[in-house]
């Protein structure tokens, strides 16, 4: 095991969810909805089980449906590199609400930690740049969390962040696996079905 | 080209008709009279993607927010799509595909042929309902049945416009 990263992740996503201030989550399948279902439950997240890649492009499509609300996708370094091209959707769309956190443990977290792209040559925020995005910010230390969040939710967006986070063993933290129910609590807090 | 225009003109009277807000795409040759409707429209905003699948991210978060939205593409485009399917199906949330096939009726690329004769098996087999159109008079009631089974029912449909309607590309060639 090489990372060295030193952010412990539930609590920092747990600070970070806090400051919030009615952002809708779109968390990435895995760790990054665990993270957020730890930190307390809310129907403005958008957990996911599956479509790894889609967690940027799901909160391009919501930040575009509702541009009266900050729209923050909290995904991992995997699921951010398969579906990496999204980010120049993002930046081509010109999304000012939509903001995106890259958890990066430079591993496959879920599958047994395989070693990951990041851990080596790859630059995320380099990359997010590269396709336009040029508010970025790359976050190493865990009294980082208050500025971060500062940093993607407030002023225009689109805007891209890494934050290099350790392995860590956390306790399973898993929310309802019904996807449709998911979907139907959200729509409900946005007030598009009747409750 | 007549009537391609003809099918490309009606299926984009429907689109307007159900209020569709924005289509996704990775274009095709078949697709761009329509997809020039599209830009063109005020209203409406093109989403032009890297890959096909980031469509079904985009239309099922549009849903999520109140808005509809859909996907046009080349059937190549749809192998990149199997895995991301599980999104909308498992939300139940309306996916609304329109497919220029390749791989058909005088294909020239052989390198087509593969992924345009597995589309609709494939499709398919991950759940999605598919209305094929052999003919330029039958795009626009495909696109309405598949359209208001997909925004009605919450189900991922496909629209397949046979290589019959579009035309083979001759690449020069006799």
Known sequence: MTVSNKINRRPFVAALLAQRQGALVIPGLGSPTWDCHAAGDSPEYLYSWGGMGLAVPTALGVALARPDRRVLALTGDGEMLMGIGSLGVVSAQGAKNLSILVLDNESFGETGRQTGLTSDTTDLCAIARGFGIQRTMHVTEQDKADELAAFLLKGDGPCFAVAKIGLSEDPWSLPVKDGAAIARRMRIALGIEAA | ?174
């Open chain 2, 1 to 174: 080209m007549a009537e391609e225009t003809n099918w490309s003109d009606e299926v984009f009277r429907e689109i307007k008709k159900r209020e569709i807000a924005s289509v996704c795409t990775i274009p095709d040759g078949g697709l761009t009279r329509l997809l020039n409707l599209i830009k063109a429209d005020k209203d409406m905003r093109l989403i032009t993607l890297t890959t096909e699948e980031e469509g079904m991210g985009i239309v099922t978060g549009q849903w999520l927010g109140g808005k509809r939205s859909m996907i046009a593409m080349q059937s190549s485009g749809v192998g990149n799509c199997i895995n991301a399917l599980g999104l909308p199906a498992a939300m139940r949330a309306p996916c609304l595909m329109l497919v220029t096939m390749r791989g058909q009726y005088g294909e020239f690329n052989p390198w087509q042929v593969q992924m345009g004769q597995g589309t609709r098996p494939v499709l398919e087999a991950v759940g999605v309902k598919c209305f094929p159109a052999d003919h330029p008079e039958e795009v626009a009631p495909a696109f309405v049945g598949a359209a208001d089974l997909a925004y009605n029912g919450g189900f991922s449909c496909a629209v397949l416009v046979s290589q019959r309607v579009i035309g083979a590309k001759g690449f020069g060639q006799k």
